[in-house]
């Protein structure tokens, strides 16, 4: 039994290290993070709360949120290696249920839409990542391994995977799907590296540019075939076609974009108009 405890509370500390680089040492772990604090304290009314102690279980539930800023019903039932960065102001209600390697930022609620008995509160699965300020409201489900933007407002289901952001919240990014080959060598060719950035993020520029590419991939398919057409039918003029160059663009050194020559009828240089003062 105490050999199970400890190793409990060893994954605790362990799961701050690993999703927290300020962690610097077990001591301050155990000392100066609130999360873990709450969770500890959750996890013994938790106990009191299914042997039918709920006077009791209420009032250790009030004085970890007196010690930590942080409310959870004991109610609530929370997986292992729950995170709670910085935890002030996150509430989590009394049907709310936790998958196992969660995290959760300040501000954060699971809450209810509903004053009626029952299921009242979310269901967050494994590896799921909760902003900083969202509320997440209602007896849903937010899937496997998805991602709720910082003050988003999620009123419905989240399928796994998937983030999302805004309010009310929708998705923006499911599952990423293997990344298109051709779409890949025109993106080399270009400089541009579009799933470094939409795998991380969102980004609806991203999303711009690769909706470009494909219109480029496909262009350039089309050439080819008319170039191939052209020599079939007449190689004399086919000869004279120079071959299609490959796309790419020419990195902008900094230093050289303020001697850039001034524009025709005296205007500035390149460079230094007025939008681009110092601040």
Known sequence: MIGRIRQRLREEIDCVFERDPAARSRLEVMLAYPGLHAVLLHRLSHRLWQARRYVLARWLSHVGRWLTGIEIHPGARIGRRLFIDHGLGVVIGETTEIGDDCTIYQGVTLGGTSWKPGKRHPTLEAGVIVGAGAKVLGPFTVGRGARIGSNAVVVKAVPAGATVVGIPARVVQRVAAPPDAERQAIARQMGFDAYGL??????????????????????????????????????????????????????????????APAADGGGTAAGEGPGRGGR
């Open 198 to 259: 939409t795998q991380e993020m969102p980004d609806p520029v991203a999303q711009a540019i690769n909706g470009i590419l494909d219109h480029v991939h496909l262009m350039d398919q089309r050439l080819q075939a008319q170039a191939a057409l052209l020599r079939e039918l007449a190689p004399e003029a086919a000869a004279a076609v120079p071959p299609l160059a490959r796309c790419e663009v020419a990195p902008v050194d900094s230093a050289d974009q303020g001697e």
